[in-house]
């Protein structure tokens, strides 16, 4: 964190409630407050929305920062082990594009087990904003946090047209089991501890949906990538009264498919199991794989035009609801 830099205070008024006040679209919110040429607002909006702002104690920071400075600006842009394909690739190429039409540069920074990169980044080139598909964390959360600056991913409150994915996926995920008469469900990990950020991202929807319904407390374990110890956990599960297993993802479904092989059960008539993001391979899995495809170009139409207008740009649309993910029904479930 640079020296002499004001602390932010931990909740902020946004470039929304300056629209609900001033009873205009954040549309016109940005063109006022960024000078944007070229657009026909009537002095007397533009005098509400600038009375609304300074009323609230707002000011579009990222781009008066970027103006303050003189120079183009820099969104840090964060490639993580929480992937979803090649959706975070897309996601940065698209948003690269987008943001090089306002001068913006976009830093590509990938999560290292000790993120000293993304800090030193943070520390060297005081970015407008930081971007990623899924939160930060461990190290570059907190730097980022330290330093007060927006953090703007998959599922957080600026992208609202997406909502949280987590919770979405969960809803999609826990609503086919039970629609199928399951109501005692299990969670299975993978070992690989880099990837269990992800794993308890998807925990915590599938928690939220079978709390929604009343269901019991979700039985969670991890399999080994190898599957030496699925046939074990998928064995206690079903003696602990499980009928069916969300993964965290379609590779560790394959892994719990294999354990029910080697423990004697069926799938899915003894256990139903369920992946997320839909790999090919799921297709000719044994039994193929229920699972929950994601839309990445809806993904990034989407993400791209929020992640824009929060930085204080204009976009050309505002962003609407729109369904970036599929459930996938086959034989495992």
């Known amino acids: 964190m640079s020296q002499g830099r004001p602390s932010r205070p931990t909740v902020r008024p946004t470039k929304a409630d300056v629209a609900r006040l001033a009873n205009v679209s954040t549309a016109t919110v940005s063109y006022v407050l960024n000078n944007v040429p070229g657009q026909r607002i009537s002095e007397q909006t533009q005098e509400a929305v600038r009375r609304a702002a300074a009323e609230l104690g707002y000011r579009p920071n990222l781009a008066a920062r970027n103006l303050a400075s003189g120079g183009s600006g820099v969104v840090l842009y964060i490639v993580g082990r929480l992937s979803l394909g090649n959706l975070p690739i897309e996601v940065g190429s698209r948003l690269t594009t987008a943001l090089a039409r306002h001068g913006i540069v976009l830093s590509l920074q990938f ?17 407008m904003a930081i971007t990623s598909t899924f939160p930060l964390t461990g190290n570059a959360l907190a730097a980022a946090t330290a330093a007060g600056i927006p953090q703007i991913h998959l599922g957080s409150s600026q992208l609202h047209a997406i909502g949280a994915l987590d919770r979405s996926i969960g809803e999609m995920r826990v609503e086919h089991l039970a629609s199928r008469g399951h109501t005692r469900l299990a969670f299975a990990y993978t070992t690989d501890e880099q990837l269990r950020p992800l794993g308890d991202y998807w925990l915590a929807g599938l928690h939220a949906a079978a709390q929604k319904r009343g269901l019991p407390e979700i039985a969670v374990a991890s399999v080994a990538s190898d599957g030496s110890n699925a046939a ?37 008539r003894d256990m139903a199991v369920m992946g997320v993001n839909a790999i090919e391979l799921g297709a000719v899995s044994a039994p193929p794989l229920t699972s929950v495809s994601f839309d990445a170009k809806a993904i990034v139409d989407v993400a791209v035009a929020a992640m824009m207008s929060e930085l204080g740009y204009p976009t050309e649309s505002e962003p609407s609801d729109i369904d970036v993910a599929t459930l996938i029904v086959r034989d495992s479930t």
Do not use: Y
């Open 111 to 127: 999560e290292t087990d000790d993120d000293r990169n993304v800090v030193d980044a943070i520390a060297d080139l005081n970015p």
């Open 232 to 268: 074990d956990v998928v064995t206690r599960w079903a003696e602990a009264g499980v009928t069916a297993i969300c993964a965290q993802s379609d590779e560790t479904a394959f892994v719990v498919l294999h354990g029910l092989r080697n423990a004697g059960l069926r799938c899915p």
